[in-house]
């Protein structure tokens, strides 16, 4: 008994990724874009937020026939607020679900790191999406346990 279908070729993981990049509200027009080599997925570009680069990875990891993929997207030098530490502690505050945790925020430019506790996994995986979707972020180092 043969195979039921074809192999799916580079040429139409390409086009089905640009499709998917392209169809994604969360990634900006024209600023991600695929290379394809025997199956393998590799994102190139340039997003501002990183929800967006993590936005481009999910657009195309759903693709039938897709092996892997290597996200090389990075995040635009934006200026990084002065207060940055200040504003993410704000955030923190204004979530029912970080209410209970004891993480200090602090930065080295656009590099911000969360040290201190929290009370669950949930509440530590808010905190450092809350630390990306801070402006002019480009690194979080999340030092945070769970206790």
């Not at 074809?6 to 640009?18: E, N, P, R």
């Not at 693709?63 to 207060?83: A, K, M, Y």
């Not at 002019?136 to 346990?145: A, M, P, S």
Request: hydrophobic share 40%.
């Amino acid at each position: 008994m043969g195979l039921l279908g074809g192999a799916i070729t580079d040429d139409q993981l390409a086009v089905a990724a640009t499709k998917a990049l392209s169809s994604d509200n969360l990634v900006p027009a024209g600023a991600v874009s695929p290379d394809v080599l025997d199956g393998y997925v590799t994102l190139n570009g340039q997003v501002r937020h990183h929800y967006q680069r993590q936005a481009a990875e999910h657009a195309v990891r759903r693709i039938d026939g897709v092996l892997g993929i290597t996200n090389h997207v990075t995040l635009s030098n934006e200026p990084i607020p002065s207060d940055i530490a200040d504003r993410i502690n704000k955030a923190f505050q204004r979530s029912a679900i970080i209410d209970d945790t004891k993480i200090t925020v602090s930065n080295d430019g656009p590099t911000v790191y969360l040290d201190g506790t929290a009370a669950s996994w949930t509440a530590r995986a808010e905190a450092e999406d809350t630390a990306w979707s801070a402006p002019g972020v480009t690194q979080v180092v999340d030092r945070v346990d769970v206790v």
